[in-house]
Structures are given as structure tokens and as C-alpha cells.
Nanobody
Framework: QVQLVESGGGLVQAGGSLRLSCAAS????????MSWFRQAPGKEREFVAA????????YYTDSVKGRFTISRDNARNTMYLQMNSLKPEDTAVYYC?????????????????WGQGTQVTVSS
């Protein structure tokens, strides 16, 4: 089992920044990658970014490239999402997730573990 706990959400004005954290515990050595997803009211869960735990390769959805940065701290077993130049359309609940195998990281249905989510609200 892997436990994931997100933090760092909040309310920010458009153009501002937030940093989300996801602390992992449990059988963390078994994960292949960790990712951030988001879900706005009435919408499907959307892939935001992923990072392979071994090697650190990163992947982003087009709408956040150049604004968001995913990173990890192996010693702290924590993943981060630095979000800059935030837009109202970034408003959503953000979830971190872990996947145990190499797969299509953008497909939320393939993930094995999820955090409880943290709300990000960007005002215009």
C-alpha cells in the first residue's frame, strides 16, 4: 500500500503562484511514477503532469507547459507541483496519484493509489 497526502492548495489571484506537495508513505519503492491530475466541477479528471521516480523524466499536458513544474525529493519522498502564471481555468481539485508500472501516464484509470485532493481556486 502507498499513502498519499496533498497539501498547498488555496485561493490565489490570476497571475499568481502556488506550490502543491504530495507526501508519500508505505511501499513507495514499488512505484514507477507519480502524477498530478485535476478535476473541475462537472468535468472529467484531467492529467496535468507526471514524473518517473527513477530517472526523473517529466511529462506535461499542453495547457500547463511553461507554467507548471513537477519535481520530486527522493529523501523526503515528496512530489511537488510549482504552478506559476495561474489562470482561472486552472481552478480545480488537484490530486496526486501513484502508478506501479510503465503505462500511459495520462490515463487516470491506470493509477493504483490516490490522495484525497486539494482545492486550487484562481480568481480573475
Amino acid at each position: 500500500q502507498v499513502q498519499l497526502v496533498e497539501s498547498g492548495g488555496g485561493l490565489v489571484q490570476a497571475g499568481g503562484s502556488l506550490r502543491l506537495s504530495c507526501a508519500a508513505s508505505g511501499r513507495t519503492f514499488s512505484r514507477n511514477a507519480m502524477s498530478w491530475f485535476r478535476q473541475a466541477p462537472g468535468k472529467e479528471r484531467e492529467f496535468v503532469a507526471a514524473i518517473r521516480w527513477s530517472g526523473g523524466s517529466t511529462y506535461y499536458t499542453d495547457s500547463v507547459k511553461g507554467r507548471f513544474t513537477i519535481s520530486r525529493d527522493n529523501a523526503r519522498n515528496t512530489m511537488y507541483l510549482q504552478m506559476n502564471s495561474l489562470k482561472p481555468e486552472d481552478t480545480a481539485v488537484y490530486y496526486c496519484a501513484a502508478i506501479l508500472r510503465l503505462a500511459d501516464y495520462s490515463n487516470h484509470k491506470l493509477y493504483d493509489y490516490w490522495g484525497q485532493g486539494t482545492q486550487v481556486t484562481v480568481s480573475s
